[in-house]
């Protein structure tokens, strides 16, 4: 397996979330102050989540970082660097990859379940709400009524 199969690879097994992340910063060349800007956070906090980023797109998303661990990353700036080199290659790959996606029956078949189950969640909170409007009250129970005690 070449190097940019194995980089593909974990790109495209990795969380979705983090393989963006690390898509923009490796192959689309975002900067932190572009990532930190994109997430409205600062840029402190914008090395942290790309280094997190990569440990998940590393790690297959297994991994969990311990805080403070961010300055101990040489194998994610390996990786980044690595993502890097292989930018065209990387990134016609994963084009080809969209492509076949669109137009596969796989695509098909999972946007109309996603449909179906928007659907289903409409529907069980229509009837639920028309449930609970329409459930019999109690009657209103009669309070005794108390005089005032006469001094």
């Known amino acids: 397996m070449s190097q940019v199969d194995a980089l593909f690879r974990l790109l495209t097994e990795a ?3 983090s393989a963006e992340i690390v898509r923009r910063v490796a192959l689309d060349g975002l900067g932190l102050e572009q990532v930190a800007q994109l997430f409205d956070v600062g840029l402190p906090e914008a090395e942290v989540l790309v280094f997190r980023a990569l ?3 590393r790690s297959g998303g297994s991994e969990r970082v311990r805080d403070g661990a961010e300055r101990d990353g040489v194998r994610e700036r390996e990786l980044l660097e ?3 080199a292989h930018r065209a290659p990387l990134q016609a790959r994963l084009a080809e990859a969209a492509q076949a996606y669109a137009a ?3 695509r098909n078949r999972d946007e109309w379940l996603r449909r179906l189950a928007i659907v289903v969640v409409l529907a069980l909170t ?5 449930r609970e409007q329409h459930k019999p009250r109690p009657p ?3 309070r005794p009524t108390v005089q005032p ?3």
């Open 140 to 142: 209103p129970e009669k």
């Open 55 to 57: 440990v998940d797109v």
């Open 104 to 106: 596969s029956p796989d």
């Open 126 to 130: 229509a009837f639920f709400y028309w």
């Open 15 to 17: 969380p979705p979330r």
């Open 149 to 151: 005690a006469s001094p």
């Open 82 to 84: 690595l993502l890097k």
